[in-house]
């Protein structure tokens, strides 16, 4: 890797992976790694999945690009596809390239709509890489800290609550969730904060965008991390396993929000929009997490994953919390010398395992495909008290 610039923030461990099937993934001097992190977060179905690998391959000998001027149907049946699994019905869509393209887009797509540049976002969301949603900066969003909402004891959030009462609904184009990752430490924001949100911004004339970018396609046990919390979002930002490790996201919107984008005359070009096949591979992505009936066993899963991980820890006092939904998992540490993470992952690594060691946290991560073999996680969870012995013993 001696031409390549790594600015990831994370170490590089491996240089030459020369394959990666399933659940596992192999470097060139034939060892193998159980990735628990899918990537990053990007393969629900695990690495070079036939079936993903046999649609890529029919439709690149058929169309794979289309310009400005030509569509496809396989784009629109895609769409339709992806309506579907979010409830809205007669919305409209659009195929671009990144997780942090779809979710710039459907910021566009607000500030189009209401006319208001300012949006809300809360205290430790991650948004995007880059354009407004890279932006956390005060002039761009309004920001709401919902820290002390987490341990908060009243029966229902009101307008005069501190957290909520210097937030300018009226002046604010919508609200970016982020229902479950933020900032990849996996919290989920308390579900009443969230419904009188929504309820503010219904009131005033905002909109919701869903980042689903992380939380999306079955991850959280849900098809989408929204779905918990019982409303439905006007635009669904959704990225990283849409393609299962093919780079293509989407930004979906009810059809009231797309007949005033229409109306007003809302533009956004880029090359790879709309491409068929990235579509095609959403289409078989979306069937296989059907057939397999995988976003039922990433709850179950994960349930079992976070009850053995709460029994192995149970009594340690240096274990801060342990917390998920679905496959998406993090464990968190409370050492003050933050070392027990990079303990583990280093330990862990070594055995042959990957999970993510979160930058700047005492925190590791755990992602694994929808479809791991439970004997894999229970092999993992086996080396993971090897581990733990070694800390303590």
């Given at each position: 890797?001696?031409?390549i610039l790594w600015c990831t923030g994370h170490e590089l461990k491996i240089k030459n992976t020369v394959k990666a099937r399933g659940s596992f993934i192999y470097d060139q001097e034939g060892n193998s790694y159980l990735d628990l992190e899918s990537g990053v977060w990007v393969t629900p179905l695990g690495h070079s999945h036939p079936r993903v690998t046999?649609?890529?391959?029919?439709?690149?000998?058929?169309?794979?690009?289309?310009?400005?001027?030509?569509?496809?149907?396989?784009?629109?049946?895609?769409?339709?596809?992806?309506?579907?699994?979010?409830?809205?019905?007669?919305?409209?869509?659009?195929?671009?390239?990144?997780?942090?393209?779809?979710?710039?887009?459907?910021?566009?797509?607000?500030?189009?709509?209401?006319?208001?540049?300012?949006?809300?976002?809360?205290?430790?969301?991650?948004?995007?890489?880059?354009?407004?949603?890279?932006?956390?900066?005060?002039?761009?969003?309004?920001?709401?800290?919902?820290?002390?909402?987490?341990?908060?004891?009243?029966?229902?959030?009101?307008?005069?609550?501190?957290?909520?009462?210097?937030?300018?609904?009226?002046?604010?184009?919508?609200?970016?969730?982020?229902?479950?990752?933020?900032?990849?430490?996996?919290?989920?924001?308390?579900?009443?904060?969230?419904?009188?949100?929504?309820?503010?911004?219904?009131?005033?004339?905002?909109?919701?965008?869903?980042?689903?970018?992380?939380?999306?396609?079955?991850?959280?046990?849900?098809?989408?991390?929204?779905?918990?919390?019982?409303?439905?979002?006007?635009?669904?930002?959704?990225?990283?396993?849409?393609?299962?490790?093919?780079?293509?996201?989407?930004?979906?919107?009810?059809?009231?929000?797309?007949?005033?984008?229409?109306?007003?005359?809302?533009?956004?070009?880029?090359?790879?929009?709309?491409?068929?096949?990235?579509?095609?591979?959403?289409?078989?992505?979306?069937?296989?997490?059907?057939?397999?009936?995988?976003?039922?066993?990433?709850?179950?899963?994960?349930?079992?994953?976070?009850?053995?991980?709460?029994?192995?820890?149970?009594?340690?006092?240096?274990?801060?919390?342990?917390?998920?939904?679905?496959?998406?998992?993090?464990?968190?540490?409370?050492?003050?010398?933050?070392?027990?993470?990079?303990?583990?992952?280093?330990?862990?690594?070594?055995?042959?395992?990957?999970?993510?060691?979160?930058?700047?946290?005492?925190?590791?991560?755990?992602?694994?495909?929808?479809?791991?073999?439970?004997?894999?996680?229970?092999?993992?969870?086996?080396?993971?008290?090897?581990?733990?012995?070694?800390?303590?013993?």
């Amino acid at each position: 890797m001696e031409n390549i610039l790594w600015c990831t923030g994370h170490e590089l461990k491996i240089k030459n992976t020369v394959k990666a099937r399933g659940s596992f993934i192999y470097d060139q001097e034939g060892n193998s790694y159980l990735d628990l992190e899918s990537g990053v977060w990007v393969t629900p179905l695990g690495h070079s999945h036939p079936r993903v690998t046999q649609a890529v391959s029919d439709q690149a000998e058929k169309i794979i690009h289309c310009g400005y001027y030509n569509g496809n149907k396989i784009v629109d049946d895609a769409a339709r596809a992806l309506l579907k699994i979010t409830g809205i019905t007669k919305g409209k869509g659009v195929f671009l390239s990144s997780g942090s393209e779809a979710v710039e887009f459907g910021i566009k797509a607000i500030k189009k709509a209401t006319g208001r540049n300012r949006l809300l976002r809360l205290h430790d969301s991650f948004l995007g890489s880059y354009g407004a949603a890279g932006n956390k900066q005060q002039e761009a969003w309004s920001i709401l800290d919902w820290t002390d909402c987490q341990t908060c004891q009243k029966g229902e959030c009101n307008q005069d609550c501190p957290v909520l009462k210097d937030i300018p609904f009226s002046q604010l184009g919508g609200f970016v969730f982020e229902p479950g990752s933020a900032g990849g430490l996996v919290k989920f924001p308390p579900e009443r904060l969230i419904n009188h949100l929504v309820k503010l911004f219904r009131q005033h004339g905002g909109l919701i965008l869903a980042n689903e970018v992380t939380t999306g396609m079955g991850r959280s046990g849900k098809w989408f991390g929204f779905q918990y919390y019982g409303f439905q979002a006007d635009l669904i930002a959704m990225g990283k396993g849409l393609g299962n490790g093919y780079p293509v996201s989407a930004t979906v919107m009810t059809k009231e929000v797309a007949a005033v984008l229409e109306e007003k005359g809302f533009y956004y070009q880029q090359s790879h929009q709309n491409d068929p096949l990235g579509c095609r591979v959403v289409l078989e992505v979306i069937d296989i997490i059907n057939e397999e009936n995988l976003v039922n066993r990433s709850r179950e899963k994960g349930e079992y994953l976070l009850r053995r991980l709460e029994e192995i820890f149970s009594g340690y006092d240096f274990v801060k919390e342990i917390r998920g939904r679905g496959l998406m998992i993090c464990l968190e540490f409370s050492g003050v010398e933050k070392r027990e993470a990079e303990f583990f992952h280093t330990e862990l690594f070594n055995r042959g395992y990957i999970v993510s060691l979160r930058p700047g946290h005492n925190a590791l991560r755990i992602d694994p495909p929808l479809n791991i073999e439970i004997k894999h996680l229970d092999n993992f969870l086996g080396e993971l008290e090897e581990v733990l012995s070694l800390l303590t013993g």
